[in-house]
Nanobody
Framework: VQLQASGGGLVQAGGSLRLSCAAS????????MGWFRQAPGKEREFVAA????????VNADSVKGRFTISRDNIQNTVYLQMNSLKPEDTAVYYC?????????????????WGQGTLVTVSS
């Protein structure tokens, strides 16, 4: 499956952004979808994931109550709504797709990766 992430940009602390990830190539609804992020000099870290149906989601502790993952299996798109953004949320955000195993919260759980979209939060 091919993944194309978009929606990043520059936002002030406390603001909001919505990231999108469009999938193509295979049956989107067969895949767990997740978002990861990587800040300069740091390892890629898990942000959020949604099960193949969208019925289950899981978030990293650092984004609970602020970020929401969702998916549209008709539009073959997964979203990450990010509210109350903080400077420490600054990173390149990657969407990823993996086989239907749950929960999927590590890089090794995913087979397909998008190209990343940069989110910069200014203080």
């Amino acid at each position: 499956v091919q993944l194309q992430a978009s929606g990043g940009g520059l936002v002030q602390a406390g603001g909001s952004l919505r990231l999108s990830c469009a999938a193509s190539g295979r049956t989107f609804s067969n895949y767990v979808m997740g978002w990861f992020r990587q800040a300069p000099g740091k390892e890629r870290e898990f942000v959020a994931a949604t099960s193949w149906s969208g019925g289950s989601t899981v978030n990293a502790d650092s984004v609970k109550g602020r970020f929401t993952i969702s998916r549209d299996n008709i539009q073959n798109t997964v979203y990450l709504q990010m509210n109350s953004l903080k400077p420490e949320d600054t990173a390149v955000y990657y969407c990823a797709g993996g086989p239907p195993s749950w929960p999927a919260t590590t890089v090794r759980d995913y087979d397909y990766w998008g190209q990343g979209t940069l989110v910069t939060v200014s203080s």
